[in-house]
């Protein structure tokens, strides 16, 4: 707003127009952090489906393998 406008506006309105200008730029605040934490969240989720395919290439291997070894003592 120019100056000579804002000379205008009541105590009121001045106040009710500084609230909404802060309480605007807190939402598009809050909406940055929301996105940023959505995508830190898929890369979480990313990481740890990485981590369960190799956690059960590793289990699957050794669990082969423990089977095989019980076999062979007729365990």
Known sequence: MEEKEQSALTIDEECYLRQMEAWIKEQQAREKQLLATIETSKEVV????IQLE??????????KEFEEWKEERKI
């Open 46 to 49: 990313r990481q740890n489906e």
């Open 54 to 63: 190799w956690h059960r290439k590793f289990f699957n291997s050794s669990l």
